[in-house]
């Protein structure tokens, strides 16, 4: 329950935070990624019956089917991969939003600056890529053991769990980042509140699922919740302080 409580005073405060008309700025570079999403797949859906292969005489559908296998594939690929590019992307500015709201929430004043973006962006690449790399390997090891058991029935869930553990983690490096903790820590924080964790990443996913909106709101939104969860459980934010907000 403590885990669900948390999520709730997060969202609360959040929603709270914006209803007063403020951090909407950091939503900006989401929009700007997230017309380029559009716009990409938009260009890979026109391939998805029909290339200018299929013109090609004698083996033009042959090669029109391979074609269009190819585009759905990346089609693919481009949607499972955004969540992990587009939080690198967007790393140096959900780093900023998450300290600003810390600094609101808690008086705390963190120092700024370029190479403070920069070794941001560098942590982010490294744990994304990490937490990619352990995300497809832990789905690799359940689908071994549902290939050689024959047990599939819950496939979908268990792969829905993983991804949204590895992505909620992703959210609180921020923070973790911001207070001190070495690479390492940050993962043992991880793995040591795995219902947080698992939790904030269920939450981005839940609002991805949104059509249109969804993908441009649910980094920024998580950003925000994450960040003040995160405070609570290191107790920087005391629930009667945090509901007088």
């Known amino acids: 329950m403590e885990a669900i409580n948390d999520h709730i005073l997060g969202l609360k405060i959040s929603i709270e935070k914006l209803m007063q008309g403020k951090f909407w700025l950091y939503l900006i570079p989401a929009l700007v990624i997230g017309i380029l999403y559009y716009a990409s797949a938009s260009y890979m859906e026109q391939y998805e019956e ?6 090609v005489p004698w083996i033009g559908s042959y090669l029109n089917k391979g074609a269009v296998a190819v585009m759905g594939f990346a089609s693919y690929l481009l949607f499972m991969f955004y969540k992990f590019l587009v939080l690198t992307a967007l790393s140096p500015v959900n780093c900023l939003l998450s300290e600003k709201l810390d600094n609101e929430l808690t008086g705390a004043k963190f120092s700024g600056g370029f190479v403070r973006i920069i ?38 869930l268990i792969y829905w769990l993983i991804n949204s553990f590895f992505l909620g983690f992703a959210f ?20 040591g509140r795995m219902l947080h964790v698992l939790l904030t990443g269920a939450l981005f996913n839940l609002i991805y699922l949104i059509p249109y909106a969804g993908i441009l709101l649910a980094p920024f939104l998580v950003t925000m919740v994450s960040t003040v969860v995160y405070l609570k459980t290191k107790g920087k934010l005391t629930q009667t302080k945090a509901e007088v907000l």
Not at 50 to 55: G, I, P, V
Not at 172 to 191: H, N, Q, V
């Open 50 to 55: 029909n290339t200018w292969f299929a013109s």
């Open 172 to 191: 609180y490096d921020y923070s973790l980042e911001r207070y001190g903790e070495a690479i390492f820590s940050s993962f043992g924080f991880g793995f």
């Open 119 to 156: 070794t941001d962006l560098l942590r982010a690449v490294f744990i994304l890529v990490v937490a990619l790399f352990l995300n497809f390997m832990i789905m690799g090891i359940w689908w071994l053991f549902a290939w050689i058991t024959g047990f599939h029935a819950i496939d979908s």
